[in-house]
């Protein structure tokens, strides 16, 4: 238990489906962040936010569209994937001023049809 | 753009071994850290290693920074099954940028008993 937790841990959908990953960190922490992490590929940032505003889009497709309401929560909302963004995806926290000592959830494994 | 060499990609020896796993750079970074990732679980942080020429040491778990900062290793005595897990290194690049971390591909070991 690392205090960051994600829903759904699995999830298959069609590529027009429109779903969303979920993401409650439990650590007090400012600043929360999704990975992505496929096989054979080192994991990727995806997106960054510190206080809840957005401060890094690592040119992510507009497929993939982030939500952060406040500093515990962040949602990755999913619409029209292609099945390569089958994918473990990672949601992170770290302490904002706390250098770079992050967090990461389980993940969620994501299968697209 | 920063890069990490992870080598091998794989290692599968008998328990009571010794190994050892390089990261390798070109660039700079100020600070590396190792994580270890089971299956189905998020990566969990081991150590971070700041200074150029430190050494850490975590139990059997043994972690080198390079002098020069760009390169890492990770040394297990005695492996145990206990041990089986992907490895990944992480890099932070200078600056302040909150969970700027250039991952390694990681390494995969596999402990026989």
């Known amino acids: 238990e690392t205090g960051v937790t994600q829903t759904p841990r699995h999830l298959v959908m069609g590529m027009t489906n429109k779903k969303s990953l979920k993401c409650e960190q439990h650590?007090?922490?400012?600043?929360m962040y999704w990975y992505k992490q496929s096989a054979k590929k080192p994991l990727e940032l995806m997106f960054v936010y510190n206080f809840k505003e957005q401060t890094e889009n690592n040119s992510v497709p507009s497929r993939f569209s982030p939500e952060c309401p406040n500093s515990s929560h962040l949602f990755l909302h999913l619409h029209t994937l292609q099945p390569e963004d089958s994918a473990l995806y990672l949601c992170?926290?770290?302490?904002?001023?706390?250098?770079?000592?992050?967090?990461f959830g389980e993940g969620s494994w994501l299968t697209v049809v | 753009t920063q890069l990490l060499e992870q080598s091998p990609q794989f290692l599968s020896i008998q328990e009571g071994e010794n190994l050892t796993v390089y990261c390798n750079s070109s660039?700079?970074?100020?600070?590396l850290q190792w994580y270890r990732q089971e299956p189905g679980e998020g990566p969990v942080l081991l150590v971070t290693v700041v200074t150029g020429g430190e050494v850490k040491k975590l139990k059997r778990l043994t972690f080198q920074f390079g002098d020069a900062r760009k390169d890492s290793s990770l040394h297990i005595t005695a492996a145990q099954p206990g041990d089986t897990g992907l490895y990944l290194c992480?890099?932070?690049?200078?600056?302040?940028?909150?969970?700027?971390?250039?991952f390694g591909q990681g390494t995969i070991l596999t402990v026989h008993p």
């Open positions: 992480a890099g932070v690049g200078g600056g302040t940028s909150y969970g700027k971390l250039t």
């Open positions: 650590l007090g922490h400012n600043a």
């Open positions: 992170a926290s770290s302490l904002t001023g706390d250098g770079n000592t992050i967090y």
């Open positions: 660039s700079v970074f100020s600070s």
